[in-house]
């Protein structure tokens, strides 16, 4: 059975950071303070533990008041097509509506854009995600 929690307790941060270089978002090593600092930026952070497995996490960045940005959802291989993903995105917009945070958007990876449109999102019509790329 798949658990999810919102608090997140510093002795797990390692293991959230091991769980980013999974996911390919993290190459050099991390530390408890950067993930420490990760976490406490974010309006909320989500994990998903199997027992004492990390197993996935999603979080939302927002001012708290306005808008909300879902972020870094990510499951590990071995776990997918079990519904946490799913779960996470759920518990995330939750999180943000009780909040009084109603306009909440995300980027789509390629492949994942069923998964957020049976979770009630829409893509945005003439919108188009832009990064800054240093020249």
């Known amino acids: 059975m798949i658990n999810y929690k ?3 307790e510093e002795k ?8 980013y270089k999974m996911a390919g978002w993290w190459k050099e090593s991390c530390s408890s303070e950067q993930i420490s600092k990760l976490i406490s930026g974010s309006f909320c952070f989500l994990t998903a533990w199997n027992e004492d497995k990390l ?3 999603g979080r939302v960045i927002s001012d708290g008041f306005n808008d909300g940005y879902i972020q870094d959802v990510y499951v590990a291989e071995n776990f997918r097509k079990q519904g946490i993903a799913g779960n996470i995105i759920s518990k995330l917009t939750e999180y943000c509506k009780e909040k ?3 306009w909440i958007a995300l980027i789509a990876a390629p492949g994942s854009v069923t998964l957020y449109e049976k979770l009630g999102f829409e893509k945005m019509i003439d919108h188009t995600p832009m990064q800054f790329q240093e020249k």
């Open 6 to 8: 919102f608090n997140i």
């Open 12 to 19: 797990d941060f390692l293991k959230i950071c091991d769980l």
């Open 100 to 102: 009084n945070i109603n």
């Open 55 to 57: 197993v996935g996490f």
